[in-house]
Structures are given as structure tokens and as C-alpha cells.
């Protein structure tokens, strides 16, 4: 029978430092997800720290590495240490590496702390549904308690407590949180599914860091969850180059519900950012069709990204968001009919706010 995780599951997965090798973490997260898993997918080249910090960040239970690059131990022993240095010695690390990785070294890794690296003989015995179960199985408990504050990494905010407040609310247990004092403001970013939105927020995040000197920012992205296997991939941080800074934090949600573009608590992690005192809080959505509106809910201010692939001209008057937006940007501008686009959208703006002598 195949394992059925009690708890939800959520994995940072990513190929190390140095390894453009990303085959093998694709078909494994692949099939983390279909079996349930919430899979924060950073890709290949990542060095132990941005890993961690991943890790600790969204508060999840595990980190699945590849690492055909030979530096493996030194690349493990340093993920061990860092993550006991910063009080999350529950989070569990996989790895594999194919032949790369001796059985000396296997044995040398797992004495040292780390929960499983995968051999070859373990491919052949096991199958790869067999190592992804065991994986899931070893990363199946909850995360229930609140954490003891403590500045971690360097960062300006307590990011470890801040992550497992989210998580709470999530599980339904979150205390009260205060921010009737809150200055912060919210940003929501919306867009159908792949207008580039991450780039966009990646690009906002680098802006505000550069121009503020001492101004803090959070970023909450939420991606769908699969209606048949309930597990997702949280795929946004492939994009955020900038988010890695002492000022800034972000965490990635599911939907965990189907045909909608938001969490259930998105609210809850807002009302937690603005507790912690975030400057600025951006909200980005999944994917969203032509008549979702909802995260105008949750916003101060909205920004409606878009491509100049969007059918005909008369597709414009079925889109919500055109009505609400108070931004809207045009993606991928470098595309052919993008001034076409952006003269159809400027119509479709004036139409719909009744502006015909601007």
C-alpha cells in the first residue's frame, strides 16, 4: 500500500552548489508532489546557505539535495551545522548522488547526523517511489509549537518564528497576533499564470532594497494545488534573486484547495508580517483567470501583470481586474504586438472607468 502522510509535508528541494545537474531533483520532487508534498523548488547551483535559509524560512519539515559536484561532505556537514546553529535540528536532510557518493561517505554523512543519503543500492532495491515514500515517511510530523525568538542568519527580524506563526495558522491553532498599530502597507500582485509575476515581484524586491536603506519587505506567494493529488509545486524563489537579504523575508503557501487563486490564510500570514513590522508586505497569487478579482480583499494597492498575448482585443472587457487594478503593467514587453497591446489596454481602461475625454 502506498504511505499516506498524516500531516502536510512540505520539502525544500534543489541541486547543490556548483551542479548544473537538475535531471535527477526534477523527476524526484516530481513525484514528491504527486504524492501529496508541498515542494519549495529552488533548482540547481544553490549553495548551503540560500538552502537553509529556504528551509527555515518556509518551516519545513525537509531539504532533498542532489549533489554530483564531489564536494558532498563538506557540502552536508556545513547544512547540518548551520541548520543546529540557528535551533531547527528537526529538519530532516536527504541526498543522493549516484556513484558520486562512496558508501564510506554514505556511512560518514548518516553518523554525522544526516537522515538518509540514497545510494545506488538503494535505487535498485528500493525504486524511486520507494526512496520518495521513504523521504515523506521521515519528513511526516507535525509542526506544532511555537519556537523560542531568536535573530537568526543575520536577518533584522525573527524569520524562524515568523515562519512557524504561519504554519500555525495554517494547522488552525495560530495565537493572536496584534498589529492594530501596523503602518504597513500591502501590495497584491495578480496575473494569469505564467505573465511573470515573480520576475516582476523579484524586480520590486531589488528596487526597494536599493533605494531603502533600513526598510524591511516580505514577500507571501501563494501557487496552486493540485486537485488530484493535493500536493504542489511552490516554485516562486526560482525567480526571487534579490530575496536572500537581511531585510527581507518570504514564504510560499499553497492554495490547498482548487480553483481559487489564494490560501484560506493569506490574511493570517498578512496579520503576522504587519505584526513583525514589515515596511512593505507583497502578496502575489496564483495563476488567475479572467474574472477572479479576489485579491483586492487583502490589498492596499494592486498591480495586475499581464502579456500582449491575450487573444483579441474584445478578450480585455472580460477581465475583472482592468476594473480594479490600480497598476497594471504589461510583461514581456519585448514581444511582437506589445504597442498594439498596450494602445488596446489603455482603451479598455478608459472604457471601463468611463474616462472617454482623457
Not at 17 to 36: E, P, V, Y
Not at 306 to 321: D, F, H, R, V, W
Not at 326 to 344: E, P, Q, R, S
Given at each position: ?226 486537485k488530484k493529488t493535493g500536493g504542489a509545486l511552490l516554485g ?123
Open positions: 500500500m502506498p504511505f499516506t502522510p498524516v500531516n502536510k509535508v512540505r520539502l525544500v528541494t534543489a541541486a547543490s552548489l556548483f551542479d548544473g545537474h537538475d535531471a535527477a531533483i526534477n523527476i524526484m520532487r516530481r513525484i514528491m508532489q504527486s504524492k501529496g508534498t508541498e515542494i519549495i523548488h529552488l533548482g540547481h547551483n544553490r549553495s548551503v546557505y540560500e538552502i537553509v535559509e529556504t528551509a527555515i524560512e518556509e518551516d519545513v519539515q525537509g531539504i532533498a539535495i542532489t549533489s554530483y559536484q564531489g564536494g558532498h561532505v563538506e557540502f552536508f556537514k556545513y547544512m547540518k551545522d548551520l541548520l543546529d546553529e540557528n535551533g531547527c535540528s528537526h529538519i530532516k536532510i536527504f541526498g543522493g548522488g549516484g556513484g558520486t557518493i562512496l558508501p564510506s561517505e554514505i556511512r560518514e554523512l548518516e553518523n554525522y547526523g544526516i537522515t538518509k543519503i540514497y545510494s545506488p543500492d538503494d535505487g535498485r532495491t528500493m525504486g524511486l517511489e520507494g526512496m520518495i515514500e521513504d523521504v515523506i515517511m521521515q519528513s511526516d510530523f507535525p509542526l506544532i509549537h511555537e519556537v523560542e525568538p531568536k535573530v537568526i542568519l543575520g536577518k533584522l527580524k525573527d524569520v524562524r518564528k515568523i515562519g512557524r506563526l504561519i504554519t500555525l495558522a495554517e494547522n488552525g491553532i495560530l495565537p493572536t497576533t496584534s498589529h492594530q498599530q501596523s503602518t504597513s502597507c500591502v501590495l497584491g500582485i495578480t496575473g494569469t499564470g505564467g505573465a511573470g509575476k515573480s520576475s516582476v515581484t523579484d524586480e520590486i524586491v531589488r528596487r526597494f532594497l536599493n533605494n531603502f536603506s533600513t526598510e524591511t519587505i516580505a514577500v507571501i506567494s501563494v501557487d496552486p494545488s493540485k516562486d524563489r526560482i525567480r526571487m534573486n534579490a530575496i536572500s537579504n537581511k531585510r527581507a523575508y518570504m514564504r510560499s503557501l499553497a492554495t490547498r484547495d482548487s480553483d481559487v487563486a489564494l490560501s484560506a490564510y493569506v490574511q493570517d500570514a498578512i496579520n503576522i508580517c504587519k505584526a513583525e513590522g514589515f515596511d512593505l508586505i507583497i502578496v502575489e497569487t496564483a495563476g488567475v483567470g479572467q474574472s477572479d478579482a479576489s485579491i483586492l480583499n487583502y490589498v492596499d494597492v494592486s498591480l495586475y501583470v499581464m502579456t500582449p498575448e491575450y487573444g483579441a482585443a474584445s478578450q480585455l472587457e472580460k477581465i475583472n481586474m482592468l476594473d480594479y487594478a490600480d497598476v497594471i503593467a504589461i510583461n514581456k514587453f519585448d514581444k511582437a504586438g506589445a504597442l498594439d497591446a498596450l494602445n488596446d489596454v489603455r482603451k479598455q481602461y478608459k472604457r471601463n472607468h468611463n474616462l472617454f475625454t482623457a
